[in-house]
Nanobody, 114 residues
Framework: QVQLVESGGGLVQAGGSLRLSCAVS????????MAWHRQAPGKQRELVAHINSGGSANYADSVKGRFTISRDNAKNTVYLQMNSLKPEDTAVYYC????????WGQGTQVTVSS
C-alpha cells in the first residue's frame, strides 16, 4: 500500500502564490510518475502537471509558465509551486502516484479570490 498526504492549500488573492506538497510513504517503486490533478465545482477532474522519477515534467496549457512541479526523491515528496494564481485556479487539488499501483491523496482546497 501507498499513502499520500497533501498540504499547502489555502486562500490567496489573485496574483498570489501557493506551494502544495505531497508526501508519499509505503511500498514506493523507484520508477514512478507523480502528478497533480484538480477538480473545480461542477467540473471534471483535470491533470495539472506530472513528473516522472527522472525529473521530466509536463503541464496543462492552462498552467504553463505559472506552475512548476518538482520532486525530492530522497524525501518521496512532490511539490507544486503555483504563481500568478487566477480565480479559475480555484479547485480541490489532488496528488496522484503511479508506481506498482495507482494511488490518490485526499485533496487540498485552493481558493483564489478576485
Amino acid at each position: 500500500q501507498v499513502q499520500l498526504v497533501e498540504s499547502g492549500g489555502g486562500l490567496v488573492q489573485a496574483g498570489g502564490s501557493l506551494r502544495l506538497s505531497c508526501a508519499v510513504s509505503g511500498r514506493i517503486f523507484s520508477v514512478n510518475v507523480m502528478a497533480w490533478h484538480r477538480q473545480a465545482p461542477g467540473k471534471q477532474r483535470e491533470l495539472v502537471a506530472h513528473i516522472n522519477s527522472g525529473g521530466s515534467a509536463n503541464y496543462a496549457d492552462s498552467v504553463k509558465g505559472r506552475f512548476t512541479i518538482s520532486r525530492d526523491n530522497a524525501k518521496n515528496t512532490v511539490y507544486l509551486q503555483m504563481n500568478s494564481l487566477k480565480p479559475e485556479d480555484t479547485a480541490v487539488y489532488y496528488c496522484h502516484y503511479i508506481g506498482l499501483g495507482n494511488y490518490w491523496g485526499q485533496g487540498t482546497q485552493v481558493t483564489v479570490s478576485s
